[in-house]
């Protein structure tokens, strides 16, 4: 079993357990966090759907993203991944939403480098976002990008039941944490 497919098993089970719903909102992935979700029998039950947000546009018409800010800033951003989450929070009526964006190459967009990538979380305590400097060819970059959604995801279901507000996540503003990739 792959690493994403161990994670996300473990993730449901999580989720089930809690009584927690989970979407999500996602562009450079193209829609592999919601099918890793939805490989693990019984899924079901917590995954309530998708939105593959690839297109800009479709950020600010499906998700509701201000398009100021995709205008301003790209879709290459911090506030941008959290937008992302929290529309498909909204839309599709889950507990816990979270969104991918960032650029997976083989060339920098947005003025980032290949590898930049911005992992966002909505659920009821707030919102989270981390950024990632992931490297590797295309499939590599998006690979680590599940692994990383389904990670934050995890961390924010297992803090709903200890404590909201533990590991950047419950709080009403939105932290960009270092990443692994930049601690010291």
Do not use: I, W
């Amino acid at each position: 079993m792959s690493p994403e497919a161990t994670a996300a098993s473990a993730l449901v089970r999580l989720l089930t357990e809690q009584g927690l719903t989970v979407a999500t909102a996602e562009s450079l992935t193209g829609g592999l966090v919601c099918a890793a979700l939805t490989d693990v029998p019984g899924s079901s039950t917590v995954v309530r759907g998708g939105v593959v947000s690839y297109a800009t546009d479709v950020k600010a018409s499906v998700l509701g993203v201000d398009a100021g800010l995709l205008a301003r800033a790209g879709a290459v951003d911090p506030d941008v991944a959290v937008a992302m989450a929290a529309g498909a929070r909204r839309v599709l009526g889950a507990d816990l939403a979270v969104s991918t964006t960032g650029v997976a190459g083989p060339d920098p967009a947005d003025g980032q480098p290949v590898g930049t990538v911005y992992v966002g979380v909505a659920g009821p305590g707030g919102t989270a976002v981390e950024r990632h400097a992931f490297s590797g060819d295309r499939s590599a970059v998006r690979r680590a990008t599940v692994g990383a959604a389904l990670d934050l995801l995890a961390r924010t279901a297992r803090n709903l039941r200890a404590d909201p507000g533990v590991e950047g996540y419950g709080g009403p503003t939105t932290e960009v944490p270092r990443s692994r990739e930049e601690a010291p």
